[in-house]
């Protein structure tokens, strides 16, 4: 604490671990900010202000302290693992702070979480802002992208605290206010979702090549390297280049074949399947990327099922470059899938939750940043602002022109995968759910009369208002059923 005991700084950090830390470093190196700082154990605060003495950080020991070096409105950024204690933290905070004070939740707390702790805690007439923060620890670091929600009384103090941190995509900080109380956590999941799903289709991508040309690590390295220069950079993309390309020091193998091949997940990548399942949205790319990673974690049934029979033949591709190709192009359109389904979760809970998310200024602070910032994301805010009300994100020209092209390729990739028994769960479920969702008929007639034989659900009709019941265990005459189809 500052001999003087006034309070002097204008935004603190409580919870001082890496992303706390770069983020309170973030915070201070920017023009007018003074950087409040507190962690539980003191030791943490102690390592952070002696390494960084440039940093003018204002320590404190107890949360009282730190209250009292923040100047009013006081705004705090807890980053603290999401759960129990981020609640045991904003108890502190509330206790320590006034009406009108700020509390900003920068973990990836669960959205309902956030709403409930929002209601809570405005109540006391402090504010609380659930903050998505993406971007690691070098984005905490060098500039993140900020997904907040939260009151617009928060967020004018907020908001241009915020800004001076943010990664910034076309002269834009990545940065905007969300929509009201979870909203911000609720876009950072599905950021993460979509996440998941580009991650995946990244690593079916690798595993084609890999398997059907016999290309080394380092070989494919290069040609995501080469595809990191069109239409498909992004910093995933140039990262697993990255990772392809690295040697392990101590076999002198690629390190990515010395890496155990399960998956984990700290659980974002399941909260947005969840909860597209009770907004009854398909995110069908995003779910097999999850269940992917769930799969790859099950090593006594995968030990069993290994001697199962695949394919007698060996996958080798006759035209290597020309199947490369082919790969990039289903990738492509498999990620405009996965964006797509991704965006159509964000308006279904915008509409569940009733909240105001601009799908422009989303797909805006997305384009630097965060962990799927990608020059695609342009394209993106492009299509949003040429078409706000856009119904599904597939249909706008750039991308219709994008899916016409790749599909012939995707289709080819699809079925050189499954007869050469490669799993590629979501290049498969992407391009079902395309072919899904242009169909002019889908075969849910069946299912409904399946649904009304076994449980007299009813059907409606295509040629007729009204709802129907077939009396299949009678002289199954078709009856009107007063009640709605369910
Ligand atoms: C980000 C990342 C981050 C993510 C972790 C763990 O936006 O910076 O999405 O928030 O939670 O990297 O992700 P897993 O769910 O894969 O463990």
Not at 109 to 114: I, K, M, N, R
Not at 282 to 295: D, K, N, Q, T
Request: aromatic share 8%; glycine share 10%.
């Amino acid at each position: 604490m500052s001999e003087s005991g006034a309070a002097q700084a204008n935004i603190g950090v409580v919870g001082l671990a890496v992303m706390g830390s770069n983020l309170a470093r973030n915070l201070a190196s920017r023009e007018g900010n003074t950087v409040a700082v507190y962690n539980r154990t003191w030791e943490r605060t102690d390592t952070l202000i002696t390494e960084h003495p440039e940093a003018g950080f204002v320590p404190s020991k107890t949360i009282g302290e730190f209250a009292a070096s923040l100047a009013k409105p006081r705004t705090a950024i807890i980053m603290v693992q999401a759960g129990r204690g981020t609640d045991a933290v904003i108890d502190q905070l509330v206790e320590a702070f006034e009406p009108g004070d700020i509390i900003v939740d920068g973990g990836n707390a669960l959205f309902t979480d956030t709403i409930r702790r929002e209601k809570a805690v405005r109540e006391t007439g402090i504010n609380f802002v659930g903050a998505g923060i993406s971007g690691g620890e070098e984005g905490a670091l060098n500039g993140p992208s900020i997904m907040p929600g939260g009151s617009k009384e928060a967020w004018q103090t907020l908001g241009p605290i915020l800004k001076s941190i943010a990664a910034i995509a076309e002269g834009e900080p990545c940065v905007t206010h969300v929509g009201t109380d979870g909203a911000g956590h609720f876009v950072k999941m599905v950021h993460n979702g979509i996440e998941y799903a580009d991650m995946q289709l990244i690593a079916e991508a690798y595993d084609l090549i890999r398997r059907g040309t016999g290309k080394s690590p380092a070989e494919i390295a290069d040609v995501f390297a080469e595809w990191n220069k069109g239409e498909l950079e992004s910093y995933l993309i140039e990262i697993t280049a990255e990772v392809l390309r690295q040697v392990d020091a101590e076999t002198g193998k690629p390190l990515v074949d010395v890496i155990l091949d399960q998956a984990g997940a700290k659980g974002t990548g399941a909260w947005t399947v969840q909860t597209a399942l009770d907004l009854g949205v398909p995110v069908s790319g995003i779910a097999e990327a999850v269940f992917a990673r769930s799969l790859s974690s099950k090593p006594a049934q995968r030990a069993a099922a290994a001697e199962l029979p695949g394919p007698d033949t060996e996958f080798t591709v006759e035209d290597t470059e020309a199947f490369i190709e082919d790969v990039r192009q289903a990738l492509y359109a498999s990620k405009i899938i996965a964006y797509s389904q991704g965006f159509d979760e964000i308006v279904a809970g915008a509409e569940q939750y009733g909240w105001d998310i601009k799908k422009g200024d989303i797909a805006s602070i997305w384009r630097g940043g965060c962990i799927i910032r990608a020059q695609f994301l342009n394209r993106i805010t492009e299509a949003y602002a040429a078409e706000p009300g856009l119904v599904a994100l597939v249909t706008a020209p750039y991308f219709r022109d994008a899916v016409t092209t790749a599909q012939a390729a995707w289709r080819r990739v699809v079925i050189a995968a499954a007869e050469a028994g490669i799993p590629s769960p979501a290049f498969s479920s992407s391009l079902a759910y395309y072919d899904g969702l242009r169909a002019d008929r889908l075969p849910a007639s069946v299912i409904q009369g399946q649904r009304d034989f076994f449980g007299a659900h009813t059907y409606k009709r295509v040629d007729k208002e009204g709802t129907f019941h077939t009396l299949w265990s009678g002289d199954r005459t078709e009856i009107e059923s007063a009640g709605s189809s369910h």
